[in-house]
């Protein structure tokens, strides 16, 4: 018997507790709960309509331990899965170690005050967890998340040494929205305008945001231009796998976006320094996600594919060798089987996936703070065909990408 409890009912915390309920022989008793009652019930409603399973709901504020230590303490669950706001990471933990439950979240800590994340923070509590006897599976989503399994398992049965990695993102979608974001729109946008970077001979490389492009062709999607931006799951990669001589991480966007974000930009609505408006203090990103449309209303209409994978370069057998592994994702079938996009529904299935495993596999279940390519891949990459995000390989295929002499 094994209850859990999910944070956060945004798109992702959705399809998080869409999945546990169609697995209930797992997640024998499940409870959602967030900042805002209704819409856990909004969903709770959906999850009885569509599986006929039954699920609890509760109202908690994340940012203050002991309401969450509460919440826990009243439910007992076996683990957390933290699918609320990078800001919350630190707090859920400390409450997750105050009640002795295991821990699981889909994104890094990001302080709010600063547009800076990395998983400092969060590696830091390593010895807390271990002494507890309790385990802290870190970015458990897609991106990060199933590109390290990827990462992983590549090296695991492709390479001796991995030399070049590049991690490419494409949503092909289309929402019919003039301007929206695919997730959370505050960190959604903090993390495309910060400067990007990537690894490079031991280092990293900085540079203007969004300055390095070109176009990448996407399995069944064709050719579309693609960003350098900096993402958390290359700061755990280079650490685990030290061969890796350039690590770099692409995603796409479309001119229409970027012309709204430029203009958004130029005039002061994604700063997150506070302004004074009518005697009151407003941040403008803040006030930004408030007008646009959320995450969780773009499925019903949503049409296209996303495509994420990882493509590497290394050497097997003293000779070089290409590999590419990725998922295409449709829209329109997610929101067919658990009323998502298809962007929610990738992050949330491997969420899902990961408290799994480190519910029933020993592999998966170890003392302390982890990131996805430290655990044996093979079991993930089932679990990832078996669930909804099928994924195909190609070997010894041209990349493009080019490479130092």
């Excluded at 998080?16 to 805002?36: G, P, Q, W, Y």
């Excluded at 408290?355 to 029933?360: K, P, Q």
Aim: charged share 20%; with cysteine.
């Amino acid at each position: 018997m094994s209850k859990v409890l999910i944070i956060g009912a945004g798109g992702v915390g959705s399809v998080v507790a869409h999945k546990c309920a169609l697995n209930s022989d797992v997640f024998t008793e499940i409870m959602l709960a967030s900042r805002t009652k209704a819409k856990c019930d909004k969903i709770a409603a959906e999850i009885q309509q569509m599986h006929g399973v039954t699920i609890q709901t509760a109202q908690v504020d994340a940012d203050i331990v002991a309401e969450t230590v509460m919440l826990i303490k009243q439910f007992q669950p076996v683990m957390v899965i933290n699918v609320a706001l990078p800001y919350q990471d630190l707090t859920i933990m400390d409450a997750c170690l105050e009640t002795g439950v295991h821990y699981l979240d889909t994104a890094n800590y990001e302080p709010k005050d600063v547009a800076k994340f990395e998983y400092s923070w969060q590696w830091a509590y390593q010895e807390r967890f271990k002494e507890a006897g309790l385990m802290a599976l870190l970015g458990c989503g897609f991106d990060p998340g199933v590109t390290q399994v990827f990462t992983a398992y590549a090296a695991k049965h492709h390479f001796d040494e991995l030399h070049y990695l590049d991690i490419v993102d494409c949503n092909a979608g289309d929402h019919g929205k003039a301007f929206a974001t695919n997730f959370n729109p505050e960190i959604n946008i903090r993390e495309i305008t910060q400067p990007g970077r990537y690894w490079e001979n031991g280092a990293w490389v900085e540079i203007p945001a969004m300055s390095i492009h070109k176009p990448i062709d996407y399995p069944g999607i064709g050719e579309r231009e693609s960003y350098v931006l900096y993402h958390e799951e290359l700061e755990s990669l280079v650490k685990n796998f030290p061969t890796l001589k350039r690590a770099r991480f692409w995603m796409t966007f479309g001119q229409q976006y970027i012309t709204h974000l430029n203009v958004l930009q130029n005039v002061g609505m994604t700063s997150i320094e506070p302004i004074k408006f009518k005697g009151i203090d407003i941040v403008p990103l803040e006030f930004l996600k408030a007008v646009l449309p959320a995450p969780d209303t773009l499925g019903e209409n949503y049409q296209g594919q996303t495509s994420i994978g990882v493509q590497v370069k290394g050497l097997k057998d003293g000779e070089e060798k290409t590999y590419y592994v990725w998922n295409n994702c449709d829209h329109a079938e997610c929101w067919r089987e658990v009323r998502a996009q298809a962007v929610s529904y990738t992050t949330g299935v491997p969420a899902m996936i990961g408290a799994m495993l480190m519910l029933t596999n020993p592999d998966w279940m170890k003392q302390g703070v982890y990131n996805c390519e430290e655990l044996n891949p093979d079991p993930f990459m089932e679990m990832l065909i078996r669930h909804g995000l099928p994924w195909n390989e190609r070997i010894n295929m041209p990349l493009p990408h080019e490479y130092p002499a």
